[in-house]
């Protein structure tokens, strides 16, 4: 049985996490319908990087008045939670989407308000699950993006997929 595809709002971590192993047609266009903030696009540093994102699909949402005021308030009662965050957190709020993100600060914030909420390595068990890509080849993305910098834990990949 085929899956539906997920509606996700990705915030920075994620989209960086792709980005640097080349894996960004996937996490839009295969299961994902992948959306984020004009906030949280202008953290992705490079132009062309921009450009492919935009050419492949990915959605970027401007917030309303309403929704940018939101932003001051939660801040307010969220200490550590950039605007970018907020701005990714109030997107999928709305929007009833996933959450996609590596923020533990943010990833609680979802959590304790019911917003789904999920990082990288779901992302990667998603894409198995649905026949994207193999086990083999997840672990070798998880391998590049922990090389790379990324904070993906590399003991709860294991735990997921299997020693690297």
């Excluded at 709002?9 to 960004?24: C, P």
């Excluded at 540093?45 to 939101?70: F, I, P």
């Amino acid at each position: 049985m085929k899956k539906c595809r997920l509606l996700c709002v990705a915030d920075a971590s994620v989209l960086i996490d792709f980005l640097s192993v080349g894996m960004k047609n996937i996490l839009i266009n295969k299961p994902f319908e992948c959306m984020t903030t004009d906030l949280v696009f202008q953290e992705i540093a490079e132009q062309n990087e921009q450009d492919r994102l935009l050419s492949l699909g990915l959605e970027v949402k401007e917030l309303s008045g309403d929704e940018v005021a939101r932003i001051a308030t939660l801040k307010g009662n969220n200490r550590g939670l950039s605007g970018e965050d907020l701005s990714a957190y109030i997107l999928a709020e709305t929007n009833e989407a996933t959450l996609l993100t590596g923020d533990k600060l943010l990833r609680t914030l979802a959590r304790n308000n019911s917003v789904e909420v999920h990082g990288t390595i779901w992302t990667m068990s998603e894409l198995i699950d649905r026949g994207v890509i193999t086990t083999e080849q997840a672990k070798g993305c998880l391998r590049r993006m922990i090389e790379k910098g990324s904070r993906i834990p590399a003991r709860v990949c294991e735990r997921f997929f299997g020693p690297f």
